[in-house]
């Protein structure tokens, strides 16, 4: 369930800012001044940079555009990265970009960041344009927080006078002993993960992933487009335990039992297995099951990318850098953006860690405006999750459902998936927490985040007695 998924990795705000010595960083405090240098012009002469962000991800397309939105980029700003590419909106990776090669797959240029949003298309020409500097596949490997510099990969280093730290996170992988680095197996972060699992899908007879997530379901999706035998191994009893409850996922998991998709629930992996050829063949369960595969795809979590920057302070409970409401961390001019960043969550009153899009871009946007202005309004975060699959040329039923706020409290499923379906989670109290819903329209979904946000008091046996799904959104509108 979310809540899960958020409580299981949060904790009280007020202990964690002790811990780190952030209890003193409220809102109307003041800023933490920038550190600035006499920087070069936009063609960097020289090593010193007033701001470098360190990552390329979602977070740093969309920080980069706030800069540039501030008259702050030309001349200023250095982007450190480990792709070969300039930002991209990651979420197209296990949708779009998966599709069958003759049903319009997703390619860059056309999902640079910051198009998810319906910004510009920010390639690496945008990039020289505004002036930012971006280093391509040198990630950083040192820093020294007094000296101010980030050491990488070629050896280049690069003083800073603010740094933002926008890592992302690693996939999590199987450990070498068992098979986990066979050719044929596969882990999805990046354009490069991307291709190398395109090459193996169109030799491919047997699919297993490894995962019932957001991975696991996406990847399913895409390939019963290729027509490929596939089967979902996961440990759980039913798919998105994190945010589904067994009623929506029952749901799901018909619909892809319908397209061909085997689903092998409550298994844990004992090893994979390599065939004569040395490339995976078959995936061993704890139980001895035995699932052929040539091509098996990992989708079990993801870890915060926090190396090498450790020493500014982590969080125990959630994992990730520690930061405050305005992304500032424990050490004065270092900032921590998106999947990396552990940030006080003030709707719910809980810290907790967001490997999301909608975060990345919105934390990226708050940072930035905090570091450029007199902007000290603490972030408030709406949890959102979403997906949108089976969207290929030919697919017969398309499905894209979004859910916001906290799935804690008794939930109302109203609808029979045909397609619309709606659930409604509810506390104690009669507050509506969270909602969920499938096959929505535009006012529909825009409706979401107005309930989550709100918490309204909800006649709940007037919502079970709704009939439809647009009735019962309309009574809890009404709530509102």
Request: aromatic share 10%; with cysteine.
């Amino acid at each position: 369930m979310a809540s899960a998924y958020l409580r299981r990795m949060a904790s009280s705000i007020s202990s964690s800012y002790c811990q780190f010595g952030l209890k003193n960083r409220v809102v109307g405090a003041p800023r933490v001044p920038r550190r600035s240098f006499v920087v070069s012009a936009s063609n960097f002469a020289n090593e010193n940079r007033e701001f470098v962000i360190v990552g390329g991800g979602n977070a740093a397309g969309y920080a980069a555009r706030t800069f540039v939105e501030h008259g702050m980029a030309d001349g200023r700003l250095c982007i450190v990265s480990k792709e070969a590419f300039a930002p991209y909106e990651r979420p197209a990776l296990t949708k779009g970009y998966l599709f069958p090669l003759d049903k319009k797959p997703a390619r860059l240029p056309g999902f640079h960041t910051c198009v998810g949003a319906g910004g510009d298309r920010q390639d690496s020409e945008w990039y020289q344009k505004h002036g930012i500097e971006v280093l391509y596949k040198d990630p950083v490997v040192s820093f020294d927080s007094n000296a101010q510099t980030v050491v990488t990969s070629s050896g280049k280093t690069i003083k800073y006078g603010s740094l933002i730290i926008s890592t992302g996170a690693v996939s999590s992988r199987f450990p070498e002993k068992i098979g986990g680095n066979l050719p044929g197996v596969h882990y999805i972060r990046d354009v490069a993960d991307a291709d190398y699992l395109i090459s193996s899908l169109q030799n491919a007879k047997k699919v297993a992933i490894i995962g019932g997530g957001y991975i696991g379901m996406e990847v399913a999706a895409a390939t019963t487009g290729w027509n490929l035998d596939t089967t979902i191994i996961f440990p759980e009893d039913h798919i998105m335990s994190r945010l589904f409850t067994p009623s929506i996922a029952r749901k799901y998991e018909e619909l892809y039992q319908s397209k061909g998709v085997k689903m092998m629930k409550g298994s844990l992996i004992e090893k994979l297995e390599a065939g004569t050829d040395g490339r995976v063949a078959r995936v061993i369960l704890k139980n001895g099951t035995v699932v052929e595969a040539d091509t098996v795809v990992v989708g079990i979590g993801a870890k915060p990318a926090v190396s090498p920057f450790e020493a500014v302070g982590l969080n125990s409970s959630v994992g990730g850098i520690q930061v405050d409401s305005l992304f500032r961390t424990n050490v004065p001019g270092i900032f921590a953006i998106g999947d990396v960043a552990a940030f006080p969550l003030k709707i719910y009153n809980r810290m907790t860690r967001v490997e999301h899009v909608d975060h990345a871009r919105k934390s990226a946007q708050h940072c930035v405006k905090t570091l450029l202005t007199a902007h000290t309004e603490p972030y408030d975060y709406l949890p959102y999750f979403y997906s949108r699959v089976f969207e290929y040329e030919g697919s017969t039923r398309k499905v894209w459902w979004q859910f916001y706020g906290d799935n804690v409290g008794e939930t109302v499923e109203i609808g029979n998936f045909d397609p619309k379906i709606a659930t409604f989670w509810i506390d104690s109290d009669s507050r509506l927490k969270g909602v969920f819903l499938e096959s929505g329209t535009s006012e529909e979904f825009s409706l979401l985040p107005q309930l989550a946000r709100s918490q309204p008091i909800v006649d709940k046996a007037k919502l079970k007695s709704a009939s439809t799904v647009e009735d019962a959104l309309e009574i809890a509108r009404s709530s509102l």
